[in-house]
Every structure is written in structure tokens, then in C-alpha cells.
């Protein structure tokens, strides 16, 4: 089970150059002007803090992505945690963990984590169900995310962009525990998705992991009517010929749907 343990990055300043980093680390990519106006500092301040986090390396500027048209003067600057940043937040037990799971893939298998993984994501099924029960599909992916969040992830959830026809939501990690142990080990990262399916009841699809070297772990919820809209329409434009399979996580199992099958979600 992934656990994150009370850190800082901070030294010198107080506790306040550490609830900067943190706020970077759960908000994304932040401007000065927002991480000063969510601790309530000065711009002077929030420029001290942050540039002795630039200088200790746990932090780093990026322009900040613009979308439309954008107006006179230079791109916003956005700061976003660094690897080092990320690591300066505990990672719990990493070495032992990843030596425990290399002595079990090398003496049962591969899938022998794959199933370690699935237990251990058994106990976050079981305290997750109730909360994620009701409601309309935004709602119980927001639950999730504060579900998530109160277990160390720094998650938030929000409408996905629109891909073609395809809707749903997004639901993104800002922190990752063990995101040096999944690196090497991905069956935990794939657990934890086929865990969202089963608790959303519906497609989902990650699309970038910090264990990866992304800067968030993404995950695609799709609206089941969009899902099974979409199967349908896939199947009759490959009516006559062969259909190319197409692989989705339904209640956490993959299946695929193809032109053969009618393009149900089974």
C-alpha cells in the first residue's frame, strides 16, 4: 500500500520554504502570485522562498502553456518540483521495498507482483467503495481524488479535455510514494488503474505516471456512454473487413472490442 510519511524540504526560513515546495508539489505547475496568495506572503516573500528553492535545486521554472490566442507581454513563469524536489519528501522504505519485490519476481515471477500488487490495492478498494457509491460520475471522481488526496497523493479531479467525440474526466496525481519502487516495478501502477476501474464502474486509461518521469500521474475516466458509443461506431466502420482491437479498462478488466464482437463493453 502506498504511504507517505510527515517530510520537508525546507531548511532555514521555518516551516514555510517547506509548505511552499509542498503546495508545488500538490497544485502543479503554480505562478509566484499564487502560491503567495494561497500562504498569504508578500511578493517579496514568496520570491525569497522560491528562489532558495531554485537555488537548492527542488524546484524549477517553466513558461506556463498558453491555449488561444495570447496577449502583449511575456509568457507567464511557472514553478513545478524537480525529481530532487519530490524525493526531498520521504520515500518510505523504497530500497527495502524494491529488494523485497526483485526477490519475488526472480523466485515466482513476474506475475507473482502483479498479484502482490492487486492485494495490496485490495485494502483501497474496500475503504474507497462506500465513498466513490453515489452520485453522478464528476462527483465520484472528485471523492476519489479527496479520497486520495487524504492518503497522501495530492490528488484533484476536473473535466478531461475533449478527444474528438470522447468525454470523461480527469483525475491527477500530484505525489507518488513510491513512485522509485513503481519505476522498476510498473504492476503497481497498473493495479492502482484496474482499482480506479472497478470503483468508477467505467473505462479508464492512464495517460502519464510519475514513476515514468512525468511531472503528475493522469488518469482518463470516460463517461460509459461515450465508451460504449464509441465500441459501437469502431465495430460498424469495420463492418466488411477485419477490425483492429481495441484495448479499454472496464470495471477493471481488459477487454477488447472489436467489429466480431459488436463492439459491447463484456
Known amino acids: 500500500m502506498k504511504n507517505v510519511r510527515s517530510a520537508s524540504p525546507a531548511r532555514g526560513d521555518g516551516p514555510t520554504r517547506g509548505q511552499v515546495a509542498r503546495l508545488i508539489l500538490e497544485l502543479g505547475p503554480s505562478t509566484a502570485a499564487t502560491l503567495g496568495s494561497r500562504l498569504g506572503l508578500t ?3 514568496i520570491r525569497r522562498h522560491l528562489d532558495n528553492l ?3 535545486g527542488l524546484i524549477e521554472t517553466r513558461t506556463a502553456r498558453t491555449y488561444g490566442n495570447r496577449g502583449r507581454g511575456r509568457p507567464a513563469k511557472v514553478f513545478v518540483i524537480t525529481d530532487a524536489g519530490r524525493s526531498a519528501f520521504e520515500h518510505a522504505y523504497d530500497d527495502l521495498a524494491t529488494g523485497a519485490l526483485r526477490f519475488l519476481a526472480e523466485t515466482a515471477g513476474p506475475e507473482a507482483v502483479a498479484e502482490f500488487a492487486r492485494r495490496q490495492l485490495a485494502d483501497l478498494e474496500l475503504r474507497y467503495s462506500p465513498v466513490v457509491a453515489q452520485g453522478e460520475l464528476a462527483t465520484r471522481v472528485q471523492a476519489l481524488a479527496e479520497a486520495l488526496s487524504a492518503d497522501g497523493y495530492a490528488a484533484s479531479a476536473g473535466p478531461a479535455p475533449s478527444i474528438g ?7 491527477c496525481q500530484h505525489h507518488c510514494p513510491v513512485a522509485h519502487v513503481a519505476a522498476e516495478f510498473p504492476q503497481l501502477c497498473e493495479a492502482e488503474t484496474e482499482a480506479f476501474g472497478r470503483l468508477l464502474g467505467t473505462p479508464v486509461q492512464r ?19 461515450t465508451a460504449v458509443s464509441t465500441a459501437v461506431s469502431t465495430a460498424k466502420g ?9 484495448s479499454v479498462i472496464q470495471h477493471g478488466v481488459s477487454t477488447e472490442i472489436t467489429a466480431e464482437s459488436g463492439g459491447l463493453l463484456t
Open 238 to 246: 469495420g463492418a466488411g473487413k477485419a477490425a483492429k482491437a481495441k
Open 43 to 45: 511578493p517579496a516573500a
Open 165 to 171: 467525440a470522447t468525454t470523461g474526466e480527469q483525475l
Open 207 to 225: 495517460l502519464a505516471t510519475i514513476a515514468h518521469g512525468d511531472g503528475i500521474c493522469t488518469t482518463h475516466v470516460t463517461h460509459i456512454s
Open 54 to 56: 531554485l537555488a537548492e
